[in-house]
Nanobody, 124 residues
Framework: QVQLVESGGGSVQAGGSLRLSCAAFTYSNYYCMGWFRQAPGKEREGVAGIISDGSTSYADSVKGRFTISHDNAKNTLYLQMNSLKPEDTAMYYC???????????????????WGQGTQVTVSS
């Protein structure tokens, strides 16, 4: 029902920045979208989320460094990542759900639609 395509990943040195993008297809006027990440051998975890009214949430590990935003005209979700650390290295996934009320809790099992992922590698 929803198609998501991530881009913008790459390799960067610690302290550097990247901006991830997620193009949305078959989009709704009411939504919650988020960024999740998963490193090899680790559980997928929520990074940041945003509801169509502009409300946002962030994992404690990225607060003050990452910013989530959405461009309504382009139907594109962004994640601006600054002051990157080696522990930020992971596959980053764009996700979406129509279950708006609790989506900012960033629980993996409450999101229904997922992109293919884009790799972020941060070297020390």
């Amino acid at each position: 029902q929803v198609q998501l395509v991530e881009s913008g990943g790459g390799s960067v040195q610690a302290g550097g920045s990247l901006r991830l993008s997620c193009a949305a297809f078959t989009y709704s006027n009411y939504y919650c979208m988020g960024w999740f990440r998963q490193a090899p051998g680790k559980e997928r975890e929520g990074v940041a989320g945003i509801i169509s009214d502009g409300s946002t949430s962030y994992a404690d590990s990225v607060k003050g460094r990452f910013t989530i935003s959405h461009d309504n005209a382009k139907n594109t979700l962004y994640l601006q990542m600054n002051s990157l650390k080696p522990e930020d290295t992971a596959m980053y996934y764009c996700a979406a759900t129509y279950a708006i009320r609790w989506c900012l809790r960033l629980r993996v099992d409450e999101y229904n639609y997922w992109g293919q992922g884009t790799q972020v590698t941060v070297s020390s």
